[in-house]
């Protein structure tokens, strides 16, 4: 099953991880404004817990207006099929690097299997293996380009490393295929922002996802008066 990081994982934490005078120094902006663009950055962070994360693919259904439903879905061998579930079983509880280890069973069984690929990314992230999660989900976007979530896991993991321009490119890559997909503008707005650029591009993206995220709408509420 198809599994996706929630929006809170975007957090800002390039604004939160400088001194306030920095902050202000930099971006060029007011002590006001930089307080509450502070207070903004410590509204979510990277809380990511695979059990409780979307798990079907059908959920993407619902993130593109203009995308009346997905092309049939690969159905996965028998053999991929009993892997995952056991991976799904043992990611309940908690034991990541083996649910990994059944993922990409699963994924050998069956190269074609996605969801198998994007919830081993997220067992590997979940065990403490980022580079390989990364590694993971960057695979998995090259093998089906048509799944928004693999680009929107991939951007929120790097974020989470604060390679926010590496973030950038994937989310503007992720919209340029899913142009309308409000997790794809959701996640450059949040990209843009923790890169310090709360500009016009970031709020235009913002607030055509604030339809589906109350996170984009919280955003958007406490957006600096003086931004650029």
């Known amino acids: 099953m198809f599994r996706s990081f929630p929006p809170i994982a975007a957090s800002l934490s390039l604004v939160a991880a400088l001194?306030?005078?920095?902050?202000?120094?930099?971006?060029?902006?007011?002590?006001?404004?930089?307080?509450?663009?502070?207070?903004?950055?410590?509204?979510?962070?990277?809380?990511?817990?695979?059990?409780?994360?979307?798990?079907?693919?059908?959920?993407?259904?619902?993130?593109?207006?203009?995308?009346?439903?997905?092309?049939?879905?690969?159905?996965?061998?028998?053999?991929?099929?009993?892997a995952a579930q056991k991976g799904e079983r043992l990611a309940r509880k908690?034991?990541?690097?083996?649910?990994?280890?059944?993922?990409r069973e699963a994924t050998e069984a069956d190269p074609l299997y996605f969801e198998a690929w994007n919830n081993l990314a997220l067992e590997l992230d979940a065990a403490g293996r980022k580079d390989e999660a990364i590694a993971t989900l960057r695979r998995l976007t090259q093998l089906a380009p048509e799944h928004v979530f693999g680009f929107t896991n991939l951007a929120t993991l790097l974020c989470q490393r604060k390679q926010y321009a590496d973030a950038e490119a994937v989310s503007r890559q992720a919209l340029k295929l899913h142009n309308y997909s409000f997790k794809a503008n959701y996640m450059l707005g949040t990209v843009l922002i923790d890169e310090g650029h709360w500009n016009e591009e970031a709020k235009t993206k913002l607030e055509y996802a604030e339809v589906k995220y109350p996170e984009a709408k919280a955003l958007l509420a406490r957006w600096p008066a003086k931004a650029n």
């Open 94 to 103: 908690k034991k990541h690097l083996e649910a990994a280890a059944m993922y």
């Open 19 to 82: 001194p306030v005078a920095g902050r202000a120094q930099s971006a060029g902006i007011s002590t006001e404004t930089t307080l509450m663009m502070d207070e903004v950055s410590h509204m979510g962070g990277p809380t990511i817990k695979p059990e409780t994360l979307p798990r079907s693919l059908t959920m993407e259904e619902g993130d593109d207006p203009t995308v009346a439903e997905h092309p049939a879905a690969h159905e996965a061998s028998a053999a991929a099929r009993k």
